[in-house]
T-cell receptor, first 113, second 116 residues
Framework: KAGVTQTPRYLIKTRGQQVTLSCSPI?????VSWYQQTPGQGLQFLFE???????NKGNFPGRFSGRQFSNSRSEMNVSTLELGDSALYLC????????????FGPGTRLTVL | AQTVTQSQPEMSVQEAETVTLSCTYD???????LFWYKQPPSRQMILVIR??????QNATENRFSVNFQKAAKSFSLKISDSQLGDAAMYFC?????????????FGKGITLSVRP
């Protein structure tokens, strides 16, 4: 089975712009979670989607949003980019619920100038 | 809220030797899952091992094993016969079993280097 894929792998944006990141889960997986990784804050949970619905949300401002499509693919969007949004954004997929292991994609490295 | 603590930021081990990475967590829940993930320089997070809190037996995966002490809220990872490819950042993570919550709470990570 193919693993979790994320596109693009690298992005450079300027402050004030918006960005959309994409994640394709492992085939058959219905849950997709997003995490932000920075040197200062470590790995932080952004949100989780299951069956096209946001099931859980972390403590991030409303500039961070996401969605999930009927094929379980997910996108996250960050509007009005700030320098502090520079990070590695990781997507993870799992079958359904809390008992299922999450498998991670390679991440998208976002740099905000 | 649950917290995960990895107090050692860095560790080093000689190739073929054994190393133990420490992790403690804080929770008021009785059912949960614990994980160790490895993140090599490629930044891809790779699952190393998983432990269900209701299981008393410690999980093992080839050269990797855990020492799960539920009462002490401790979850250490032992790597036996260390290999150069084990060099990476290792993260301990917690996940609740309550509801459908799939959120992982991570520790700060520990950088493991392997000396040839």
């Amino acid at each position: 089975k193919a693993g979790v894929t994320q596109t693009p792998r690298y992005l450079i944006k300027t402050r004030g712009q918006q960005v959309t990141l994409s994640c394709s889960p492992i085939s058959g997986h219905r849950s997709v979670s997003w995490y932000q990784q920075t040197p200062g804050q470590g790995l932080q949970f952004l949100f989780e989607y299951f069956s096209e619905t946001q099931r859980n949300k972390g403590n991030f401002p409303g500039r961070f949003s996401g969605r999930q499509f009927s094929n379980s693919r997910s996108e996250m969007n960050v509007s009005t980019l700030e320098l502090g949004d520079s990070a590695l954004y990781l997507c993870a997929s799992s079958l359904e619920g809390a008992s299922d292991t999450q498998y991670f994609g390679p991440g998208t490295r976002l740099t905000v100038l | 809220a649950q917290t995960v603590t990895q107090s050692q930021p860095e560790m080093s081990v000689q190739e073929a030797e054994t190393v133990t990475l420490s992790c403690t967590y804080d929770t008021s829940e009785s059912d949960y899952y614990l994980f160790w993930y490895k993140q090599p320089p490629s930044r891809q997070m790779i699952l190393v091992i998983r432990q269900e809190a209701y299981k008393q037996q410690n999980a093992t995966e080839n050269r990797f094993s855990v020492n799960f002490q539920k009462a002490a809220k401790s979850f250490s990872l032992k790597i036996s016969d260390s290999q150069l490819g084990d060099a990476a950042m290792y993260f301990c993570a917690y996940r609740s079993e309550e509801g459908a919550n799939s959120k992982l709470t991570f520790g700060k990570g520990i950088t493991l280097s392997v000396r040839p």
